[in-house]
Structures are given as structure tokens and as C-alpha cells.
């Protein structure tokens, strides 16, 4: 069974930073794209950040370009986002999920249950 | 303000067939497969439809897909209340180099 297991989540203040982690089991980490999505509450989906199998294709949504960082270790099935200069606006769960491919291809095939980031003073 | 425009609710009572509308553009859904995700809050989001009009295993052929153009559209035939979620359309943007979601359509089963 596809786990996904998001944690790191908490309260921030603007400025800040803070990493969230997402431990995956049930299938061959290495072998598929990861991402970050996330959902203001009571608002719809947003994509944050991919990247490829091997590291080697990223891609940022512009809201975060140049203050967060997507990385994974494949040998320890984990996939990170370094949150960096976080804002008001950063508020949201954030979802840990699964690519179909290696490459950015989508759909997102299995997501996580979500870890809460409150960016407030 | 979402790239792929969605109605905000929809409402349907047991047994009848509900769509979902899903509009975008040629960067995106004019160019790219459209996939379909239902969310119960509180729950991981679950992929309904891929690649336009496939189901992955376990979802139920009482979901379908289809595609024309630049739209997409989501039908729910024989509504039960367990459906009662939010439906969201999904996408690649060739522009913006990355997924787009639609704003959501909250889904009452009445």
C-alpha cells in the first residue's frame, strides 16, 4: 500500500523558515517524481513544486520562486521542501504526492494527508 | 483566480447523473490530458480520472471523463451520498511550466 507521510508542519512567523519532510512506503521511491501541492483553507489546490525521479528536473510554482526548495534523498524515501522568507499568504496544508512517471508527467497518482504550515506573528 | 475555471457547487440527489465542467486554454488543456481528483476534507485528495478518460483501479466506472478542446467535463452517474466532496480538474501549462488546478466544484448530494 502507497504511503505517504507528511510532517514538519507548524506555527511560523513571517520571515521564517521552515522545512516540511514526506517519508513514502509501499512502492519504489527512486523510480517516480514527486511533488508539493497545497490548499489555503476553505480554498481550492495548488501546485508548489516538482521534481524529477533524479533530481535533475525542477520546477517551482512563481508564488514561491527563489524562496523555496524541493529536494528528495532516494535512499531514504524521503522528499523535502525547504521553506525560506515564509509569508502570510504561505498559510495552507501542504500535501506530499506521488507522480505517475519518472518525469514531471502527472497525474498525481497518491497523495499524503497533509501537514499544516501557519505563517502568523 | 484559478487557470482552469470550474462552477463552484453542483447538487444531485440519489441515483441521478451529475457533470462537472472544467474550461482552460490552448496552453493547457487545448494541448494537454486532463485528470480528475475528488476531495473529502480532511482526507488525502483521490485521483477519480487520468489521461482524460481513464480510471484507475478501484474507482468505480460510475466516474467518467471526457475531452473536447479546451474543455474537460467529470460525470457521476447513479449519485450516492458518499460522493457528497469537492471534484477538482487538473492539468498541465505549457506557459507557466507546470500544473494547473481549477477552483473546485463542491458537490451536494441532496
Known amino acids: 500500500e502507497v504511503q505517504l507521510v507528511e510532517s514538519g508542519g507548524g506555527l511560523v512567523q513571517p520571515g521564517r523558515s521552515l522545512r516540511l519532510s514526506c517519508t513514502a512506503s509501499g512502492f519504489n521511491f527512486a523510480d517516480y517524481a514527486m511533488h508539493w501541492v497545497r490548499q489555503v483553507p476553505g480554498k481550492g489546490l495548488e501546485w508548489v513544486s516538482g521534481l524529477s525521479s533524479d533530481s535533475v528536473t525542477i520546477h517551482y510554482a512563481d508564488s514561491v520562486k527563489g524562496r523555496f526548495a524541493i529536494s528528495r534523498d532516494n535512499a531514504k524515501n524521503s522528499l523535502y521542501l525547504q521553506m525560506n522568507s515564509l509569508r502570510a499568504e504561505d498559510t495552507a496544508f501542504y500535501y506530499c504526492?506521488?507522480?505517475?512517471?519518472?518525469?514531471?508527467?502527472?497525474?498525481?497518482?497518491?497523495w499524503g494527508q497533509g501537514t499544516l504550515v501557519t505563517v502568523s506573528s | 483566480q484559478s487557470v482552469l475555471t470550474q462552477p463552484p457547487s453542483a447538487s444531485g440527489t440519489p441515483g441521478q447523473r451529475v457533470t462537472f465542467s472544467c474550461s482552460g486554454s490552448s496552453s493547457n488543456i487545448g494541448y494537454n490530458t486532463v485528470n480528475w481528483y475528488q476531495h473529502l476534507p480532511g482526507t488525502a485528495p483521490k485521483l477519480l480520472v487520468y489521461s482524460n478518460t481513464q480510471r484507475p483501479s478501484g474507482v468505480p466506472d460510475r466516474f467518467s471523463g471526457s475531452k473536447s478542446g479546451t474543455s474537460a467535463s467529470l460525470a457521476i452517474s447513479g449519485l450516492q451520498f458518499e460522493d457528497e466532496a469537492e471534484y477538482y480538474c487538473a492539468t498541465w501549462d505549457d506557459s507557466l511550466n507546470g500544473p494547473v488546478f481549477g477552483g473546485g466544484t463542491k458537490l451536494t448530494v441532496l
Open positions: 504526492v506521488k507522480d505517475r512517471g519518472a518525469g514531471l508527467v502527472l497525474p498525481f497518482d497518491y
